[in-house]
């Protein structure tokens, strides 16, 4: 990614040992410092969310391929505050994403092309226009690439609100992911 992307301050006060060392602390601590309230109507989806990043993206990838799953910045959605996240693989490739109820909206720097089927896009993303970045809530600027459609290296697409959605994505994102590294090995 071009820019030079920083996590949010976390609180780490009376965060166990074991919760600090791992490629998705930061994300873990930052949920244990921003839980919805009691009182919150989509605060079950909000943890579900959260905990599908921290708990499931890791397992599509090797121990040694996730670098890193950070927040970096937040958004507020049904009057929850939520994360966007920052995913980082050894292999260069990164992501930025956040979810709000509604969409995800993912974006996508690459070493390699990612081949996507249309039908995990969303219409807006089956053209050759840049989502807008008021539509891309919590992101920089710069953190809003090309259209899938003219660039499968860097883009930025939205695809479903469901988790299926994003299982299916990381799933397919996971096989282009291996198949590299297995080329790389192979070399």
Known sequence: MKANIKPVEIDRTGIPEHNLNNSWSHLHVWFMNNKPGENMIYKDAANRQIMFVRDEVP????????????????????????PVYHIVLENGLELIMRGNFHDWKITVSSPFEIPLPQELLSNCCRTPE???????????????????????KEFTIEIGASLYDLYTFFFLLSVEVNKESLAFENL
């Not at 990838?61 to 996730?66: G, P, R, S, V, W």
């Not at 970096?72 to 959605?77: D, E, P, W």
């Not at 539509?135 to 953190?143: A, I, L, N, T, V």
């Open 130 to 152: 840049k989502i807008s970045h008021h539509y891309c809530e919590g992101f920089e600027r710069d953190w809003i690439l090309d259209s899938y459609m003219n660039n499968k």
């Open 59 to 82: 397992n599509f990838f090797t121990k040694f391929m996730l670098k890193k799953i950070q927040v970096i910045s937040t958004h507020t959605s049904k009057s929850i505050k939520l």
